[in-house]
């Protein structure tokens, strides 16, 4: 039984210039999401474009390019050369879009139809997350636009309505959220209904907590986020645990200038780790200092899911860390952006 790498060599290879490997990754999927959807569609296209697209994802896949082996000058180059095929293949998606959604029936006066586009041949149960904009500006103050959605069927599915993208503050442009089944290789419609109601902002559900834990339970998980460290304290799956007391910490990791890390097995030295940031700091990262809001908070809670908010601080770093929890389903979500 071997039970470690047979090739264990330049392991700073698989970390280096994560960007790279991002932008490598997302090219692949939508090189291969492009090709169902023009094949799905019919639409028309230029086989030489697209070979752009391949030559340009071949060409940073380069022994040196991928393993992100690189000075920054030729680091930025390739992310250019990664955007201009995402560019060309974008096009053809939403060309391909676009034709698969002919002959779809006018909106209803008030409200605003969805189309979604299942790419795999089985049926998928997802949470759909959309963002649009309201046909008008409501500018009225304590009313806001409340979003129901229907399926094809007319059944009412469950919706929720989030903090958009923007930070106007406007009732105007609108995200949400739903959980719906998806037909297979095929447009999915939906239908947002819009009514506007004398409130002064969005619902935000209290989710269950102590003084010590926000507390979330759904029908095949439980898990406690403690308010004093911001971490997991507790994940239980179907009865059994699988995180426990401070789960999911960031830590740091002492490195070297050497990409391909020739002279090391890996990285275990640990320098340090990210703690909690204390109210203030986590305040003005949020961009509202004079709040006295606390730092490990509720930030969406609704029929589709809960999301549980914390900031972290390593030296000068700091890490927004947003949990994601399902009303429906076992998985934990976690987000994490690095400031």
């Known amino acids: 039984k071997i039970n470690k790498s047979l090739v264990h060599c330049m392991v700073g290879c698989y970390t280096t210039m994560v960007r790279i490997k991002?932008?490598?990754?997302?090219?692949?999927?939508?090189?291969?999401?492009?090709?169902?959807?023009?094949?799905v569609s019919g639409a028309d296209y230029d086989r030489a474009e697209l070979e752009k697209a391949e030559k340009a994802l071949l060409f940073c896949q380069f022994h040196d390019v991928l393993?992100?082996?690189?000075?920054?000058?030729?680091?930025?180059?390739?992310?250019?050369?990664?955007?201009?095929?995402?560019?060309?293949?974008?096009?053809?998606k939403v060309k391909a879009f676009l034709k698969l959604c002919e002959g779809q029936k006018k909106a209803e006066d008030g409200e605003i139809p969805v189309l979604v586009f299942n790419p795999h041949p089985y049926p998928v149960k997802e949470t759909v997350e959309v963002e649009f904009q309201l046909a008008d500006q409501n500018w009225n103050d304590n009313e806001t636009t409340v979003i129901r959605v229907r399926d094809e069927n007319g059944n009412y599915l469950p919706t929720q309505n989030e903090k958009e993208s923007s930070s106007l503050n406007l009732d105007w442009r609108k995200k949400i959220s739903f959980t719906a089944e998806l037909k297979p290789m095929s447009i999915n419609r939906f239908d947002c209904?819009?009514?506007?109601?004398n409130l002064p902002r969005r619902e935000i559900r209290p989710c269950e907590e102590t003084d010590t834990h926000f507390i979330f339970e759904n029908d095949s998980i439980k898990?406690?986020?403690?308010?004093t460290t911001g971490l997991i304290d507790s994940y239980v799956a179907n009865g059994t645990e699988y995180f426990y007391r401070e789960s999911a910490k960031i830590r740091a990791?002492?490195?070297?200038?050497?990409?391909?890390?020739?002279?090391?097995?890996?990285?275990?030295?640990?320098?340090?780790e990210f703690t909690l940031a204390s109210d203030e700091e986590a305040n003005r990262i949020n961009g509202y200092p004079e709040e006295k809001t606390a730092n490990v908070r509720v930030i969406e809670n609704g029929d589709v899911r809960c999301k549980i908010q914390a900031i972290f601080k390593y030296s000068k770093s700091f890490a927004v860390v947003t949990y994601t929890l399902p009303k429906e389903g076992s998985y934990v979500d976690m987000k994490v952006k690095m400031l």
Do not use: H
């Open 22 to 39: 991002q932008a490598n990754r997302r090219l692949e999927n939508d090189l291969a999401l492009c090709e169902k959807m023009l094949c």
């Open 67 to 92: 393993p992100g082996t690189l000075i920054k000058g030729a680091e930025d180059d390739c992310l250019r050369l990664f955007s201009y095929g995402e560019e060309i293949v974008d096009r053809y």
């Open 193 to 197: 209904e819009l009514e506007v109601k």
């Open 223 to 227: 898990v406690k986020i403690s308010k």
């Open 253 to 272: 990791y002492r490195d070297n200038e050497d990409p391909w890390g020739m002279e090391t097995d890996g990285f275990y030295d640990c320098i340090g």
